[in-house]
């Protein structure tokens, strides 16, 4: 006996399968029309091979597979295209798609098929192929390309594969009755897949309200390494994440698929298919449908082509539409109702409930949510269903997807034991719907944003190369005219040869070279600074400064708050001031210019006296404070320390100012150098 | 003939928000019946007036409100409270504190706050805790004296003008501490022996209320049992009340003993019927958990060195206030996530 899990949750709602589980399969017939459309999987529609006029075979491909996930798409039977346009699909929302469209012949003549009598002459990628051409599609409901699906998936090995025969929806049977009467197809079917991709273990797991089906599987299996594993009846086993606990005990990790944990779930009816695609070389053109509910006067599963009209298999079956009904495709739980019933079965159907309100209580008004975890206790995924739908009705959808919204696989549990009748799995949906509305808005301006960065960034890109080409011309029109006029001065004192000449444009590059040289030592930085700059700069400071020692003086007298945080910036603006005085001495051009900055040798002096004034003024302070207030002197101290510095700068400034004013060009590069030291 | 387009689920369970609380209220009536047997007609009549007049309430808000009365009063939630109340309110209580407590327990603690599901308080609870506040006097007074201890108890019609203001008979004749008041204040100066030989702790824990408390026991159990709650908050309310009242009340000669806090007084009514109010407590089962630890301390501090002998209400009231942050902090681990909660956000 296999260990068992069991997941969060789940629910028992009233089976309902004997309606329609009693009776044999019946073949459905063919239809006069045959709608089919050229998207019934997940993934990229096909493309259609055929066109209006042209005579199909049963089984003849009419659509190939475009794209990577997409399958092929084949005649149900034999005759003629009628039409090609847009027809409605079996959709929630009733939409309509491209179909082909075959007037049958009745006739039912197959195209030639090739027959393989033993897969195992084949290789895996050969099989893939031909599950491919077959048009396989997920049977179970989703209707995901199997060919895709059992490509041995990312490096991961699947270690357990698994065919889903559990079929927990209320009312559909096509499973089991499958199950019940092609149970050697399936299991063969089974041993092809496995042959592909080689897992550890094969299973089958059945619900065991399906005592006939496991009888049958178990006898087809008997000679195989295929296990079939009896599970409990609950609602939503069948859910692969659901099954895929049950039988192995691990979670598929969120945002995963259940190959990144070495386990493949594929459907009873998958399975058949790959063997009657393998075996036969039969397409996917038919499948087993349910038809079911009180309002079919024959209820039971039969084999209907794909693309026959949904109101002509229920009208066959005894089918009359009353008030209120609904015909739902899929089960009760997880299917969505028709609104016209022209639209064909495809790969995916496979029940068709038709229900009056009373077999299918229309849900009565939705009372005041009281909080009671009903719902918690039933969701198969551990989500807290009623604060997701707090969350959504407040259109919190951030904090719906911190609780994990999109890890609902709106199986309805919750929906079904709420005692106030709330349609809580439609709020999700809308949520959801939003979310995903919200991440396409946002997707969309992130574009925008980068769009509108990269444009911003190439227009300056493009300025600045713009600029670097203007220099660049500017230097090299500046060298040529520097080797000009060196040429020319030496032919205006006497012609000189050629190496002259040039030994004089070199002299005269090395002087522009050192002189940029000088420049970057005095400014401590490479980019040269323009002496004129530096004298506004100087201007702008002083201006400042004065402008702030007024502002200080009248708030002495008013705003006595304020003076703290005035004189500290007057402090920093007499600093700045001092710098770029100091910097405006250093410059070389100021050196080299033949006139003195009197002005600044005047200021200079002030500057001097001033701080010496202060100094004395402080000492003064320090010593009233000496016999005062013992308390504070320690920080006059301080201040009066720095302040001698200060007036020894100013000392240091004046004096240098003085000497490199008087000095030569020769000494200056010395002077320079302290200079720099000054500064920095 | 055009079809009916539903979203799905097609199907719904049998369990309606108005079963929930019917179960919830016939679920008292063994309760009420030994209550009656033991202590008199008072909180009958309590449950039937509280009733009355939370109908009328009811009605009044929702007419006030514009939303419809029929819908609404057929929830039978405004019962549940009103049963609730009648059997917390000491027995012999005047009508008027009967009808400021549900008046304020439907129109503000319910009404004001949202109505059905959107009250953040338990709104019997706030209207018990009203008047327990506002009335010490009428609500510490009233309780009941044991039938049996009583040679000839109050009849139904000297019960029912005792409580609606013209008593035919002295009320105090027929009135009596409760056991857990009676133990808290005899204990500072008497050994446990001497006090439970006081006649109103019975032969075995407490006079009438030991049946009292057996019967919503058993209620509750039943109504686990038919899944209208589940068993986190009863089970860790009755475990920390417990735990806490052996730790420290080992000393059967100092602190009221475990079998007494168990037995006497509204634990049990309080554990089944009040602390899984659904609208109010925590939500996740490891939250109700907690909830319900917290209430069970809560109940243990506040009777034993609180100034009231019992503490359901307040320690309800209060374990509401916490709800939401329990919420937060407890929220179970998903499907295919590693972790639970919160600090997950990648997904």
């Not at chain 1, 798609?97 to 084949?122: F, H, P």
């Not at chain 1, 080299?592 to 040798?601: K, Q």
């Not at chain 2, 475990?258 to 925590?282: N, Q, R």
């Amino acid at each position: 006996m296999r260990k068992l899990w069991q997941f969060h949750g789940g629910i028992h709602p009233d089976e309902r399968k004997s309606l329609s589980n009693q009776s044999p399969i019946t073949q459905a017939g063919i239809p006069e029309k045959l709608y089919i459309p050229l998207q019934q999987h997940i993934g990229a529609p096909a493309k259609a091979l055929v066109s209006i006029g042209d005579t199909v075979l049963k089984g003849q491909k009419i659509a190939e597979a475009q794209g990577k996930i997409s399958v092929s798409i084949h005649a149900s039977s034999s005759g003629k295209v009628v039409d090609i346009s847009n027809h409605p699909v079996p959709h929630p929302s009733g939409m309509l798609d491209l179909c082909i469209v075959i007037e049958t012949d009745g006739k039912d003549r197959w195209c030639e098929l090739e027959t393989c009598d033993d897969y195992s002459t084949l290789q895996p990628a050969q099989l893939l192929e031909k599950i491919r051409f077959a048009g396989i599609a997920g049977m179970g409901g989703a209707g995901f390309p199997t060919e895709v699906k059992l490509h041995p998936p990312r490096q991961s090995k699947v270690n357990t594969l698994i065919l889903n025969g559990a079929e927990c929806e209320p009312y559909i049977t096509s499973d089991d009755v499958l199950m019940r009467e092609r149970a050697q197809e399936i299991i063969l079917g089974m041993e092809i897949m496995a042959y592909i991709l080689e897992p550890g273990e094969c299973i089958i797991a059945v619900e065991d309200n399906k005592p006939e089906a496991i009888a049958a599987l178990k006898t087809a299996a008997a000679l195989t390494r295929i296990e079939i594993v009896t599970i409990p009846t609950k609602y939503p086993s069948g859910g692969e994440k659901q099954l895929i606990k049950i039988l192995t005990g691990k979670e598929v990790p969120s945002g995963h698929i259940p190959a990144d944990i070495g386990v493949m779930c594929q459907n009873v009816a998958t399975a058949r298919a790959v063997y009657r695609a393998i075996r036969f070389g039969e397409p996917l053109i038919s499948r087993i449908t349910t038809l079911t509910g009180l309002q079919v006067q024959q209820p039971g599963n039969t084999e209907v082509l794909i693309g026959t009209p949904v109101r002509w298999l229920l009208e066959k079956a005894g089918y009359a539409a009353r008030k209120q009904s609904r015909v739902i495709m899929g089960g009760p739980m997880m299917g969505f109702t028709l609104g016209n019933l022209d639209v064909p079965v495809v790969k995916t159907t496979n029940c068709l409930l038709a229900a009056d309100a009373k077999e299918l209580p229309l849900p009565p008004p939705a009372q005041a949510c009281i909080r009671c975890g009903m719902c918690e206790q039933a969701c198969p995924a551990d989500l807290l269903p009623q604060q997701l739908y707090w969350f959504s009705r407040a259109e919190e959808f951030e904090k719906a997807e911190q609780h994990h919204l999109a890890d609902c696989i709106e199986c309805g549990a919750c929906s079904f034991v709420c005692p106030s009748a709330i349609p809580l799995v439609q709020h999700y949906r809308y949520a959801k719907g939003k979310i995903r509305e919200q991440k396409l808005e946002q997707e969309k301006s992130n574009n925008a944003r980068l769009r509108f960065e990269s444009r911003q960034a190439r227009i300056e890109r493009e300025a600045a190369e713009k600029e670097a080409k203007r220099k660049e011309r500017a230097e090299a029109a500046a060298l040529a005219q520097a080797a000009k006029r060196a040429e020319s001065a030496t032919d205006a004192s006497e012609p000189a040869s050629r190496e002259d000449k040039s030994a004089l444009v070199q002299a005269a590059l090395r002087r522009v070279e050192a002189k940029q040289n000088q420049q970057a030592i005095a400014n401590g930085s490479a980019e040269p600074v323009d002496i004129e700059t530096l004298k506004k700069k100087l201007l702008r400071a002083q201006d400042k400064f004065e402008k702030m020692t007024a502002a200080l003086d009248s708030a002495r007298t008013s705003e006595p708050d304020r003076v703290d945080a005035l004189a500290k910036a007057t402090q920093a603006s007499r600093e700045a001031l001092e710098k770029l005085k100091a910097e405006l001495l250093a410059h070389p051009q100021n050196n080299e210019g033949s006139t003195p900055e009197g002005p600044a040798l005047e200021e200079l002096e002030s500057n001097l006296s001033k701080a010496q004034g202060k100094l004395a003024l402080m000492l003064k302070t320090l010593e009233d404070a000496r016999i005062n207030k013992p308390e504070t002197v320690e920080k006059l101290e301080r201040a009066v320390e720095k302040n001698q510095e200060r007036v020894d700068a100013a000392k240091h400034a004046l004096e240098h100012a003085l000497s490199s004013s008087r000095t030569s060009e020769a000494s200056s590069d010395k002077n320079d150098t302290t200079a720099v030291k000054d500064i920095t | 003939m055009t079809l009916l387009r539903i979203t799905s689920p097609h199907t719904q369970g049998a369990q309606r928000t108005a079963n929930v609380m019917r179960t919830v209220i016939l679920a008292t009536l063994p309760g009420l019946g030994v209550i009656t047997y033991f202590f008199g007609w008072g909180t009958f009549i309590n449950v039937i007036w509280c009733s009355i007049c939370a109908v009328a309430f009811e009605s009044l808000v929702l007419g006030l409100r514009h939303q419809p009365v029929g819908f609404f009063l057929k929830d039978y939630s405004a019962l549940v409270t009103a049963v609730l109340l009648g059997l917390s309110l000491p027995p012999l209580a005047p009508w008027w504190v009967s009808l400021v407590a549900i008046g304020f327990a439907i129109v503000v603690a319910k009404h004001l706050y949202g109505g059905m599901g959107y009250n953040p308080f338990n709104p019997a609870m706030v209207g018990f805790a009203l008047v327990l506040v506002s009335f010490p006097l009428e609500m510490t007074t009233n309780w009941a004296t044991p039938s049996p201890l009583l040679q000839d108890p109050l009849t139904f019609t000297q019960t029912l003008s005792t409580i609606f203001g013209t008593p035919s008979v002295a009320v105090d004749a027929y009135t009596m501490a409760t056991p857990l008041d009676v133990y808290k204040h005899e204990i500072s100066h008497n050994t446990a022996v001497v006090v439970t030989a006081k006649p109103v702790f019975g032969n075995f824990v407490a006079l009438g209320w030991e049946w009292v408390n057996a019967a919503f026991l058993l209620s509750g159990v039943f109504l686990i049992w038919k899944r209208i709650f589940t068993w986190h908050t009863p089970v860790s309310m009755l475990v920390a009340l417990t735990v806490m009242s052996i730790v420290f009340g080992w000393d059967a000669d100092r602190y009221t003993p475990p079998l007494l806090h168990l037995y006497a007084g509204a634990t049990m009514l309080g554990a089944f019927f009040i602390a899984t109010d659904p609208v109010t407590s925590a939500v996740s089962n490891r939250g109700k958990l907690f909830y319900g630890a917290g209430i069970g301390i809560l109940v243990y501090i506040i009777r034993t060195w609180g100034s009231y002998p019992d503490a359901i209400a307040f320690s309800v009231l209060l374990m509401n206030f916490a709800a939401p942050f329990i919420d937060f902090y407890t929220q179970p681990r998903a499907y295919g996530h590693a972790k639970a909660g919160r600090s997950e956000s990648e997904g």
